[in-house]
């Protein structure tokens, strides 16, 4: 005679458990976490609504320049923003954000025609005053991916890599391929 229990099928869990709904007895207490004493850190939330914020940024401007664009969620291979140009053509964007540096720790970006990272910069203190526009810092991805595996650092200054790939207007490298 074997002491193990014999594994339950999915139809047979629903069933059991629907059966002992009506039974108070057959469910443990339920569970309560008091609320936290101390208030949540500045910098645990900053981050997340930056990110947001940071591609209803771009998201914004390219409407004020009559680009058709619009935002993607949850969209594989680092597409945050799809540009339509046309039938059949799109640009696309992967925006980044930074807060209170130009440095940005390389992490790994799709490379392909048409496909853009869009840097968004933060100061410090962004949630401070809420009508400082952030900078903005738009590369070709081919040309960055290119440059930077040429350098083969771990954080880069996204000023010297506009710089050297000389970007000047980061919007109008859009707006033209969009049009």
């Known amino acids: 005679m074997s002491s193990r229990k014999r594994k339950l099928s999915d139809d047979e869990i629903e069933a059991e458990v ?14 309560y976490v008091p609320p936290s004493k101390s208030p949540r850190p500045a910098w645990v ?3 997340r609504h930056l990110e947001l914020s940071a591609r209803f940024h771009v998201l914004s401007i390219l409407h004020r320049l009559g680009a ?18 046309g039938p059949g053509k799109a640009l696309t964007l992967d925006v ?11 992490q790994p970006f799709t490379a392909r025609k048409n496909h853009y990272v869009a840097f968004v910069l933060f100061a410090r203190d962004a949630g401070a005053d ?25 954080a880069v200054d996204i000023q010297s890599l506009a710089s050297e790939l000389g970007i000047g207007n980061p919007w109008q490298q859009l707006v033209a391929n969009a049009a």
């Open 18 to 31: 629907l059966s002992d709904l009506a039974d108070p007895s057959a469910w443990d207490a339920p569970i």
């Open 130 to 154: 809420p009508s400082a526009a952030p900078g903005v810092l738009v590369f070709p991805s081919v040309r960055l991916k290119s440059l930077l595996g040429q350098q083969r650092v771990g």
């Open 68 to 85: 058709e664009a619009s935002l993607t969620n949850a969209h594989p291979e680092n597409v945050d923003i799809t540009v339509v140009q």
């Open 45 to 47: 939330t900053l981050g």
């Open 96 to 106: 980044k954000t930074l807060v209170g540096t130009t440095n940005w720790l390389v």
